[in-house]
T-cell receptor
């Protein structure tokens, strides 16, 4: 079945450590997105990509980095510069262009600080 | 800037109807969306409405759109305990490359 796979489901980070969250999709979508969700808050956009080898900062990109080397994959690195990384991270993808282009979401990765 | 607002909590009795409301500022969106999030999971697309429609019905779900007032609502008929979740209203921005999500309405269904 087509969908978006995020891994791992739970991740723990030590002080000063970079960690990478995986996101893979087999929906043949051009656009991919990373969101951060904090308790009681909506989704905040970290980065998005419309095409391979290109990506744009969202509203809260500081302390995060991404790459888009393949259409199917959009990994997110949470760097040591992100001082408050504890959150639920959601990856999504969608088609581009006109018409209905709802975002499809993975099941998320919960990141905590050790 | 663009904004989407929702009330944070709604509590209903099982079997009653639930109405979740949303207001938005960007009126150029062609489609408007409702998503559902269960605990510890991602967002699941529930339904959407095309901007030239006033109403869309899909089984127990009814979406109403008032473009003049920039108001969107989701009605769930015969609400069940399995409907307990967070519901997000989502509106693509003018450029269409980003989607603005509301903070989500947490629906509690009492048996």
């Amino acid at each position: 079945d087509g969908g978006i796979t995020q891994s791992p489901k739970y991740l723990f980070r030590k002080e000063g450590q970079n960690v990478t969250l995986s996101c893979e999709q087999n929906l043949n979508h051009d656009a991919m997105y990373w969101y951060r969700q904090d308790p009681g808050q909506g989704l905040r956009l970290i980065y998005y990509s419309q095409i391979v080898n290109d990506f744009q900062k969202g509203d809260i990109a500081e302390g995060y980095s991404v790459s888009r080397e393949k259409k199917e994959s959009f990994p997110l690195t949470v760097t040591s510069a992100q001082k408050n990384p504890t959150a639920f991270y959601l990856c999504a993808s969608s088609i581009l262009g006109q018409g209905e282009k709802a975002q499809h979401f993975g099941d998320g990765t919960r990141l905590s600080i050790l | 800037g663009e904004d989407v607002e929702q009330s944070l909590f709604l509590s209903v009795r099982e079997g009653d109807s639930s109405v979740i409301n949303c207001t938005y500022t960007d009126s150029s969106s062609t489609y408007l969306y409702w998503y559902k999030q269960e605990p510890g999971a991602g967002l699941q697309l529930l339904t959407y409405i095309f901007s030239n429609m006033d109403m869309k019905q899909d089984q127990r779900l009814t979406v109403l759109l008032n473009k003049k007032d920039k108001h969107l609502s989701l009605r769930i008929a015969d609400t069940q305990t399995g409907d307990s979740a967070i519901y997000f209203c989502a509106v693509p921005n003018t450029g269409g490359f980003k989607t603005i999500f509301g903070a989500g309405t947490r629906l509690f269904v009492k048996a």
